[in-house]
Protein backbone atom coordinates (compact mmCIF):
# COMPACT_ATOMS: atom_id res chain seq x y z
CA UNK A 1 0.00 0.00 0.00
CA UNK A 2 1.41 3.08 -1.07
CA UNK A 3 1.09 6.29 0.79
CA UNK A 4 0.56 10.01 -0.31
CA UNK A 5 3.18 11.10 -2.77
CA UNK A 6 3.80 14.75 -3.58
CA UNK A 7 5.87 16.60 -6.80
CA UNK A 8 8.17 18.52 -6.59
CA UNK A 9 9.85 18.34 -3.63
CA UNK A 10 10.83 21.64 -3.79
CA UNK A 11 10.21 24.37 -6.38
CA UNK A 12 11.41 28.12 -6.57
CA UNK A 13 9.56 30.55 -8.30
CA UNK A 14 9.33 34.36 -9.06
CA UNK A 15 6.65 36.68 -7.90
CA UNK A 16 4.05 36.60 -10.36
CA UNK A 17 4.26 33.57 -12.01
CA UNK A 18 1.78 30.38 -11.75
CA UNK A 19 2.76 26.68 -10.32
CA UNK A 20 0.87 23.53 -10.45
CA UNK A 21 1.86 21.02 -7.27
CA UNK A 22 0.64 17.60 -7.96
CA UNK A 23 -0.59 14.59 -5.25
CA UNK A 24 -1.03 11.13 -5.67
CA UNK A 25 -3.37 10.21 -2.60
CA UNK A 26 -2.95 6.45 -1.08
CA UNK A 27 -4.45 3.64 -2.47
CA UNK A 28 -7.69 3.52 -2.07
CA UNK A 29 -8.68 7.22 -0.54
CA UNK A 30 -10.98 9.51 -2.57
CA UNK A 31 -10.62 12.05 -0.45
CA UNK A 32 -7.85 14.99 -1.01
CA UNK A 33 -7.04 18.08 0.87
CA UNK A 34 -5.18 20.39 0.91
CA UNK A 35 -2.46 22.68 3.80
CA UNK A 36 -0.38 25.64 3.39
CA UNK A 37 2.18 25.41 5.82
CA UNK A 38 4.12 29.17 6.70
CA UNK A 39 6.76 28.92 8.43
CA UNK A 40 6.61 28.71 12.35
CA UNK A 41 2.57 28.02 11.76
CA UNK A 42 0.27 25.22 11.85
CA UNK A 43 -1.32 23.70 8.84
CA UNK A 44 -3.98 25.99 6.99
CA UNK A 45 -6.95 24.51 5.09
CA UNK A 46 -7.00 25.23 1.85
CA UNK A 47 -9.32 23.22 0.55
CA UNK A 48 -10.65 19.74 0.21
CA UNK A 49 -11.62 17.71 -2.79
CA UNK A 50 -14.12 14.55 -2.57
CA UNK A 51 -14.93 11.94 -5.95
CA UNK A 52 -14.00 15.09 -8.10
CA UNK A 53 -15.52 17.71 -6.80
CA UNK A 54 -15.15 20.80 -4.11
CA UNK A 55 -16.03 19.84 -0.91
CA UNK A 56 -14.72 22.56 1.00
CA UNK A 57 -12.56 25.64 0.93
CA UNK A 58 -10.76 27.85 3.68
CA UNK A 59 -9.76 31.35 3.74
CA UNK A 60 -7.82 31.72 0.30
CA UNK A 61 -8.56 33.39 -1.97
CA UNK A 62 -9.88 32.21 -5.78
CA UNK A 63 -6.30 32.10 -7.30
CA UNK A 64 -5.60 29.57 -4.96
CA UNK A 65 -7.25 26.36 -7.14
CA UNK A 66 -7.38 22.76 -7.55
CA UNK A 67 -8.46 19.62 -9.58
CA UNK A 68 -8.86 16.22 -8.67
CA UNK A 69 -8.86 13.58 -11.27
CA UNK A 70 -10.78 10.00 -11.47
CA UNK A 71 -8.15 8.57 -10.14
CA UNK A 72 -8.23 10.20 -7.18
CA UNK A 73 -4.89 12.06 -7.57
CA UNK A 74 -4.95 15.83 -7.38
CA UNK A 75 -3.46 19.21 -8.06
CA UNK A 76 -3.00 22.42 -6.39
CA UNK A 77 -2.73 25.63 -8.74
CA UNK A 78 -1.61 28.93 -7.75
CA UNK A 79 -1.81 31.80 -10.04
CA UNK A 80 -0.44 35.36 -9.96
CA UNK A 81 2.26 34.27 -6.77
CA UNK A 82 3.29 36.12 -4.19
CA UNK A 83 6.37 36.45 -1.81
CA UNK A 84 3.94 35.39 1.02
CA UNK A 85 2.56 32.21 -0.93
CA UNK A 86 6.12 30.66 0.38
CA UNK A 87 5.55 27.77 2.00
CA UNK A 88 5.39 23.84 2.62
CA UNK A 89 1.93 22.61 0.66
CA UNK A 90 1.07 19.31 2.51
CA UNK A 91 -1.29 17.27 0.54
CA UNK A 92 -3.46 14.73 2.74
CA UNK A 93 -5.46 12.16 1.53
CA UNK A 94 -8.18 9.96 3.58
CA UNK A 95 -11.16 7.69 2.81
CA UNK A 96 -14.14 8.58 3.93
CA UNK A 97 -13.27 12.69 4.74
CA UNK A 98 -13.05 12.34 8.16
CA UNK A 99 -9.94 13.74 10.28
CA UNK A 100 -8.28 10.64 11.88
CA UNK A 101 -8.14 9.18 8.60
CA UNK A 102 -5.49 11.96 6.90
CA UNK A 103 -2.63 10.12 5.09
CA UNK A 104 -0.20 13.15 4.35
CA UNK A 105 2.18 13.37 1.97
CA UNK A 106 6.09 14.99 3.05
CA UNK A 107 5.16 18.01 1.17
CA UNK A 108 6.27 20.68 -1.12
CA UNK A 109 8.67 23.36 -0.50
CA UNK A 110 7.69 26.63 -2.73
CA UNK A 111 10.07 29.39 -2.33
CA UNK A 112 8.27 32.52 -4.26
CA UNK A 113 11.27 35.28 -5.12
CA UNK B 1 -8.35 33.54 13.42
CA UNK B 2 -6.32 31.18 15.49
CA UNK B 3 -8.90 29.05 16.44
CA UNK B 4 -6.90 25.95 18.02
CA UNK B 5 -3.50 27.74 20.02
CA UNK B 6 -0.76 25.80 21.37
CA UNK B 7 1.06 28.25 23.36
CA UNK B 8 4.34 26.30 23.78
CA UNK B 9 6.40 26.42 21.00
CA UNK B 10 8.71 24.00 22.30
CA UNK B 11 9.26 21.13 25.42
CA UNK B 12 12.29 19.71 26.43
CA UNK B 13 12.00 16.38 28.86
CA UNK B 14 14.08 13.59 30.33
CA UNK B 15 13.77 10.37 28.76
CA UNK B 16 11.45 8.39 31.22
CA UNK B 17 9.17 11.42 32.65
CA UNK B 18 6.02 12.48 31.50
CA UNK B 19 5.29 14.92 28.63
CA UNK B 20 2.62 16.78 28.56
CA UNK B 21 1.22 19.20 25.92
CA UNK B 22 -1.10 21.60 25.70
CA UNK B 23 -3.86 22.92 23.40
CA UNK B 24 -6.45 25.77 23.42
CA UNK B 25 -9.41 26.35 21.48
CA UNK B 26 -12.20 28.70 21.30
CA UNK B 27 -14.69 27.32 18.81
CA UNK B 28 -17.34 25.30 20.87
CA UNK B 29 -18.30 24.22 17.40
CA UNK B 30 -15.14 21.76 17.63
CA UNK B 31 -16.31 18.07 18.58
CA UNK B 32 -13.43 16.20 17.11
CA UNK B 33 -9.68 16.97 18.31
CA UNK B 34 -6.87 15.22 17.02
CA UNK B 35 -3.10 14.70 17.77
CA UNK B 36 -0.50 14.65 15.00
CA UNK B 37 3.34 14.38 15.24
CA UNK B 38 5.84 15.82 12.56
CA UNK B 39 9.12 14.58 11.90
CA UNK B 40 11.42 16.41 9.52
CA UNK B 41 10.86 16.06 6.20
CA UNK B 42 7.77 14.50 6.62
CA UNK B 43 4.42 14.98 6.81
CA UNK B 44 2.74 15.10 9.43
CA UNK B 45 1.21 11.72 10.68
CA UNK B 46 -1.89 10.99 12.90
CA UNK B 47 -1.02 9.83 16.58
CA UNK B 48 -4.50 10.10 18.71
CA UNK B 49 -7.99 11.42 18.80
CA UNK B 50 -10.92 12.24 20.95
CA UNK B 51 -14.60 13.07 20.04
CA UNK B 52 -16.22 15.21 22.36
CA UNK B 53 -18.30 12.90 24.02
CA UNK B 54 -15.23 11.50 25.75
CA UNK B 55 -13.21 13.39 28.19
CA UNK B 56 -10.13 10.41 27.80
CA UNK B 57 -9.12 8.87 25.15
CA UNK B 58 -6.00 5.81 25.73
CA UNK B 59 -3.69 4.50 23.46
CA UNK B 60 -0.59 3.07 24.29
CA UNK B 61 2.09 5.52 26.15
CA UNK B 62 -0.01 8.26 24.63
CA UNK B 63 -3.29 9.75 26.34
CA UNK B 64 -5.56 12.63 25.50
CA UNK B 65 -7.27 14.80 28.00
CA UNK B 66 -10.27 16.94 26.49
CA UNK B 67 -11.90 19.69 28.88
CA UNK B 68 -14.68 20.57 27.54
CA UNK B 69 -15.45 23.70 29.88
CA UNK B 70 -12.02 25.05 29.84
CA UNK B 71 -12.08 24.38 25.99
CA UNK B 72 -8.88 22.65 26.90
CA UNK B 73 -6.85 19.51 25.69
CA UNK B 74 -3.68 18.42 26.44
CA UNK B 75 -1.60 15.10 25.26
CA UNK B 76 0.18 13.18 28.03
CA UNK B 77 3.19 10.78 26.93
CA UNK B 78 4.32 8.55 29.53
CA UNK B 79 7.33 7.19 29.25
CA UNK B 80 8.42 9.69 27.04
CA UNK B 81 11.56 8.04 24.66
CA UNK B 82 13.86 9.94 22.18
CA UNK B 83 11.98 9.23 19.33
CA UNK B 84 9.08 10.91 20.54
CA UNK B 85 11.29 13.82 19.35
CA UNK B 86 9.00 15.34 17.00
CA UNK B 87 7.00 18.79 16.22
CA UNK B 88 3.47 17.94 18.02
CA UNK B 89 0.27 19.64 16.17
CA UNK B 90 -3.27 19.94 18.03
CA UNK B 91 -6.22 20.16 15.58
CA UNK B 92 -9.83 20.34 15.69
CA UNK B 93 -12.94 20.23 13.85
CA UNK B 94 -16.54 20.14 13.58
CA UNK B 95 -17.80 16.34 12.67
CA UNK B 96 -21.21 18.46 10.68
CA UNK B 97 -17.90 19.99 8.11
CA UNK B 98 -15.21 17.76 9.30
CA UNK B 99 -13.42 18.85 5.74
CA UNK B 100 -12.21 22.17 7.81
CA UNK B 101 -9.52 20.86 10.28
CA UNK B 102 -8.02 23.60 12.26
CA UNK B 103 -4.47 23.02 13.48
CA UNK B 104 -2.44 24.48 16.40
CA UNK B 105 0.93 26.00 15.57
CA UNK B 106 2.67 23.19 16.92
CA UNK B 107 5.13 22.28 20.32
CA UNK B 108 8.32 20.85 19.04
CA UNK B 109 9.23 18.39 21.96
CA UNK B 110 12.86 17.32 22.57
CA UNK B 111 13.34 13.97 24.63
CA UNK B 112 16.88 13.67 26.05
CA UNK B 113 18.28 10.76 26.81
Known amino acids: ETGVTQSPTHLIKTRGQQVTLRCSSQ?????VSWYQQALGQGPQFIFQ???????GRGNFPPRFSGLQFPNYSSELNVNALELDDSALYLC????????????FGSGTRLTVV | DQQVKQNSPSLSVQEGRISILNCDYTNSMFDYFLWYKKYPAEGPTFLIS?????DKNEDGRFTVFLNKSAKHLSLHIVPSQPGDSAVYFCAASALRNNNDMRFGAGTRLTVKP
Open chain 1, 27 to 31: SGHNT
Open chain 1, 49 to 55: YYREEEN
Open chain 1, 92 to 103: ASSLPPKGSGYT
Open chain 2, 50 to 54: ISSIK
